[in-house]
T-cell receptor, first 119, second 110 residues
Framework: DAGVTQSPTHLIKTRGQQVTLRCSPK?????VSWYQQALGQGPQFIFQ???????QRGNFPDRFSGHQFPNYSSELNVNALLLGDSALYLC??????????????????FGPGTRLTVT | GIQVEQSPPDLILQEGANSTLRCNFS?????LQWFHQNPWGQLINLFY???GTKQNGRLSATTVATERYSLLYISSSQTTDSGVYFC????????????FGKGTHLIIQP
């Protein structure tokens, strides 16, 4: 059972450039979320995609945009890169599952991340 | 938005010791997960535990939803347990992004 995969592993970009990061969800999962993790901090939620639409967004500017494809894979695009965008970008996938007692469970599983350095 | 506080921020223990990590959250949650982040950045799922108690080997977790806290217990620590432990919560059953705490950095010395 393939887990969440991300590409590329590492990336170096120059301030002002644009970058695209890719994520393939765990087999059978239909929801993809993106997170940014700065050094020494916990991950911060960027946005979540479900049925090819952005379902929820965190506190990130419009320079951060995304897309989900019919096969549930997803891209994260960042325009006009700033030095402060240097971080580990994590993708997580999930699927609504009926748990014990009828509750719905959305456990998120994370990929290995893409480390972006902006110079 | 919801606030998540983890304590202690840092913990240094000898191999074989037991530890308790705490996560406090400021509002009702429908999703709570504990993760271990290894030195390469991979977040490894430990527990999905919005309420109740679970055990997996030397690790166990308890969430008291009515009092808005969760505890992660690690018994008989091994050096491979070193890393950062994160608690993360969601308020819409998981149909939303997780809010993470700042983590507990655990170092297990041989």
């Amino acid at each position: 059972d393939a887990g969440v995969t991300q590409s590329p592993t590492h990336l170096i970009k120059t301030r002002g450039q644009q970058v695209t990061l890719r994520c393939s969800p765990k087999s059978g999962h239909d929801t993809v979320s993106w997170y940014q993790q700065a050094l020494g901090q916990g991950p911060q939620f960027i946005f979540q995609y479900y049925e090819e639409e952005e379902r929820q967004r965190g506190n990130f500017p419009d320079r951060f945009s995304g897309h989900q494809f019919p096969n549930y894979s997803s891209e994260l695009n960042v325009n006009a890169l700033l030095l402060g965008d240097s971080a580990l970008y994590l993708c997580a996938s999930s699927l609504a599952k009926r748990g014990l007692g009828g509750s719905i469970r959305y456990e998120q599983y994370f990929g290995p991340g893409t480390r972006l350095t902006v110079t | 938005g919801i606030q998540v506080e983890q304590s202690p921020p840092d913990l240094i223990l000898q191999e074989g010791a037991n530890s308790t990590l705490r996560c406090n959250f400021s509002d009702s949650v429908n999703n709570l997960q504990w993760f271990h982040q290894n030195p390469w950045g991979q977040l490894i799922n430990l527990f999905y535990i919005p309420s109740g108690t679970k055990q997996n080997g030397r690790l166990s977790a308890t969430t008291v939803a009515t009092e808005r806290y969760s505890l992660l217990y690690i018994s008989s620590s091994q050096t491979t347990d070193s890393g950062v432990y994160f608690c993360a919560v969601g308020i819409r059953g998981g149909a939303d992004g997780l809010t993470f705490g700042k983590g507990t950095h655990l170092i297990i010395q041989p």
